[in-house]
């Protein structure tokens, strides 16, 4: 707000703090360049703080490490395997189911009968396979515990023996019989094989 | 209450042979059971129940090679093998195999079109691969299912009936009689009953012999009565005998002739019956698993 320099002068000297010096000589000035500024209603700056530059880095540490976390998390969960269920078939076998499928001749009546009675009889045959060997498995436990029985009735120290675990058992294993036996003294073939040895 | 050996056989006798499943009861007196616990009241009357103890193993060989198939199983494997191949898709060998032999097919017809140079480069097929491999494996031969003692019938060898368990019996002399059972040995006081059959074996049979006895418990009994003169020589009713199972793993058999031990056998379960007798192959057969 520009006031006449009277005015001006005028409100100085009401102040009466003021150095009276200044009060004395006028300005040559324009009375634009000298004014007061309106009430200005801002609280005061905040102080800027000096952080510790180790606490700065600190804390961007503590970030990455965040986001390191995070992807290791996320690793993880990739290498975790999927369950069983939530399994799709593969997309590429399904684009190209349709070009692979075989050519099969219908099969004839008398095949179809065949097929249906040697279900049948596996059916039964594998039952019965099955019962017998369940029975030869129960019967040779209950005799193996009468055994133990017979054992106690003649001397507790030597039951008390023979109901020790032996743990000798656990690393027991054995491969199944195969179509045809060994062949004695079999020379063994050498396998393909890349040669690795340096050359200098 | 106690039945003597003539009774039972008498209350058995008298059991009509139609019935098949003999009642429990009677199946356990007739073998014996020792109820004497309180027997120092009972020895004032007729035999007081002692039994001498004995280990024994069961040595087992067990089958090298898979059993015949029977006709059944030959047609069912068949049938569902059969049955595979007409459910599945054409695998990625297929494809190519159909690809490669159309490109045969074109470029025969076309082999005047194709420049000379280009003619005749041998590609290696499928069909080519596929010959390759079944040379390869004609060259290979298995060995034969029968041996040669399956032929000869030896009974001394392991490699007979290699689709079949065998289990080894020695021949001993035991009161004069000649007699087959598997090794044993009277037990000896300071010695657990596995630690008694191991030695059966070893002791009879030699040192050489790789076995491998399964667990600490035995896996079946039988229970031998004394006849008349030996109960009196011995004042023990019979022995018990504890059957231990055990795997042959290797290593020759060498008769211990100083144990009386006269010869060996491999023999198959179904061949028990013909070596140990009736009573005594009934009980193997309660834990041979065939």
């Not at chain 1, 530059?53 to 965040?66: D, W």
């Not at chain 1, 998390?73 to 189911?97: G, H, I, M, N, W």
């Not at chain 2, 035999?47 to 069961?58: F, V």
């Not at chain 2, 059972?181 to 000896?188: A, G, H, V």
Request: hydrophobic letters at 30%.
């Amino acid at each position: 707000m520009a006031l006449s320099s009277f005015k001006q002068c005028n409100r100085i000297l009401q102040a009466g703090s003021f150095n009276k010096l200044l009060c004395n000589s006028f300005h040559t000035c324009k009375p634009q360049y000298f004014h007061e500024s309106g009430t200005l209603n801002a609280m005061p700056m905040k102080r800027k703080v000096k952080i510790d530059p180790r606490i700065i880095l600190e804390r961007e540490q503590k970030k990455k490490k965040k986001i390191e976390n995070e992807l290791m998390k996320l690793e993880r969960l990739e290498r975790t395997l999927k369950p069983v269920d939530e399994f799709d078939s593969q997309r590429r076998l399904k684009r190209v189911a349709s070009e692979r499928t075989r050519e099969n001749t219908e099969l004839t009546r008398e095949e179809k009968l065949k097929r249906f009675h040697l279900e049948k009889k596996w059916c039964v045959y594998s039952y019965k396979q099955y019962k017998a060997v369940c029975g030869q498995i129960n019967q040779a436990t209950k005799f193996a515990a009468e055994a133990l029985a017979e054992l106690r009735k003649e001397s507790e120290e030597l039951y008390v023996q023979a109901i020790q675990e032996d743990p000798s058992i656990l690393s027991y294993s054995k491969s199944g019989p195969t179509e045809t036996p060994p062949i004695k003294n079999y020379q063994f073939p050498d396998g393909e094989y890349n040669e690795v040895t340096k050359v200098w | 209450m106690k039945m003597s050996s003539s009774r039972t056989q008498a209350v058995l006798a008298a059991i009509p042979k139609l019935i098949k499943h003999r009642p429990s009861c009677l199946v356990r007196a007739s073998q014996h059971r020792n109820y004497s616990q309180s027997s120092a009241a009972k020895t004032t009357e007729a035999t007081a129940e002692k039994w001498g103890l004995a280990g024994a193993l069961y040595l087992e060989r067990l089958p090298v090679i898979t059993p015949k198939m029977t006709r059944l199983e030959q047609e069912y494997k068949e049938y569902k093998l059969q049955q595979e191949v007409e459910q599945s898709l054409l695998s990625e060998y297929e494809i190519t195999k159909k690809e490669e032999e159309e490109r045969l097919a074109i470029q025969k017809k076309n082999v005047l079109d194709t420049p000379l140079h280009l003619r005749n480069i041998p590609i290696q097929t499928m069909q080519d691969k596929e010959e390759l491999w079944s040379k390869e494996l004609a060259q290979f031969t298995p060995a034969d299912r029968e041996t040669e003692a399956d032929k000869s019938n030896d009974m001394r060898s392991t490699d007979r009936k290699l689709d079949q368990s065998l289990v080894l019996l020695l021949k001993q002399v035991v009161d004069g009689k000649e007699w087959w059972y598997l090794p044993t040995m009277n037990y000896t006081p300071g010695l657990s009953m596995r630690e008694v059959a191991e030695q059966a074996l070893t002791s009879n049979c030699g040192t050489d012999l790789k076995f491998r006895v399964f667990g600490n418990a035995p896996s079946g009994y039988q229970i031998k009565n004394y006849g008349r003169e030996k109960r009196e020589e011995t004042k023990l009713n019979g022995h018990k005998v504890f059957i231990y199972k055990a795997e042959y793993r290797g290593g020759p058999v060498i008769p211990n002739e100083d144990n009386s031990v006269l010869d060996y056998a491999w023999v198959t379960p179904k061949e028990l019956r013909q070596y140990l007798g009736r009573t005594t192959s009934r009980v193997l057969n309660k834990f041979i698993i065939y």
